[in-house]
């Protein structure tokens, strides 16, 4: 049967399938790599002891990127803003740091100029050199 200009696509319908597996697929990488996986589970017991500590820990303990690194329950509790500004902060203070401790190092290589030495082996021949 052809498609005529009345019929609707499914691909409303195929579109929402696909997220949710884009969704499940990712989640399920996840769980796959989690530290204490076990692969297999020997009983419905046993799964939902595992899964009850992984969704603990999934939302309480691990960062997540696209919630600025950050686990759900800071971010639901409304600490986001104030975890990644104090962060912000801290890389500020630390890359002032930095900067520094290189212009302090940098002082004390041209204080001396005589001391300094920029190429040691600038007498030294290429043997590819015909001279």
Same mark, same amino acid.
């Given at each position: 049967m052809s498609e005529t200009k009345d019929m609707k696509p499914k691909s409303n319908l195929f579109s929402e399938g696909k997220k949710e597996r884009r969704f499940f697929s990712a989640e399920f #990488?996840?769980?796959?790599? &989690? &530290?204490?996986?076990?692969? #297999?589970?020997?009983? $419905?017991k046993q799964t939902v002891e595992y899964f009850d500590r992984y969704f603990t820990w999934y939302n309480s303990g691990h960062l997540h990127s696209g919630i600025d690194y950050v686990t759900p329950d800071q971010c639901h509790q409304g600490l986001r803003e104030i975890i990644v500004a104090h962060r912000k902060l801290k890389h500020e203070k630390q890359r002032l740091l930095r900067k520094e401790v290189n212009r302090s190092k940098q002082n004390l290589l041209t204080n001396d100029p005589i001391t300094l030495i920029v190429n040691p082996n600038q007498i &030294?021949? $290429?043997s590819v050199m015909n001279f």
């Open positions: #990488r996840t769980i796959k790599t &989690a &530290a204490d996986y076990l692969g #297999r589970f020997l009983d $419905c &030294a021949i $290429c």
